[in-house]
């Protein structure tokens, strides 16, 4: 069993930067494919950005490409979402996934593990 709590959220202003934190608990989790999504209000959740297992693949949506970086560090069991140049279109409550199976996938349905998520919002 996996448990993530993401951190790092607030209200910022266009142009900004902010990092997200993910803690993940469990003795295998880093051995897991981790992702950041998010969802906006009355929107569907999305997929962000993606991390191998390793931290040697990293895959982002086109929206935040050139602005956002993924990033874990293995033996403090955490992931980071380093967001600049942020803009409104990226408020969002922010989630960040597992996957026990290590796959590169965009997805949410293929990974088992959810944070309760953290709240971002960039204002004009």
């Known amino acids: 069993q996996v448990q993530l709590v993401e951190s790092g959220g607030g209200l910022v202003q266009a142009g900004d930067s902010l990092t997200l934190s993910c803690a993940a608990s469990?003795?295998?989790?880093?051995?897991?494919?981790m992702a950041w999504f998010r969802q906006a209000p009355g929107k569907e959740r999305e997929f962000v950005a993606i991390?191998?297992?390793?931290?040697?693949?990293?895959y982002y949506a086109d929206s935040v490409k050139g602005r956002f970086t993924i990033s874990r560090d293995n033996a403090k069991n955490m992931v980071y979402l380093h967001m600049n140049s942020l803009k409104p279109e990226d408020t969002a409550v922010y989630y960040c996934?597992?996957?026990?199976?290590?796959?590169?996938?965009?997805?949410?349905?293929?990974?088992?593990?959810w944070g309760q998520g953290t709240q971002v919002t960039v204002s004009s």
């Open positions: 996934a597992a996957d026990s199976r290590q796959r590169i996938a965009s997805s949410s349905r293929y990974y088992d593990y």
């Open positions: 469990g003795r295998t989790s880093s051995t897991y494919t």
């Open positions: 991390i191998s297992e390793s931290g040697g693949i990293t």
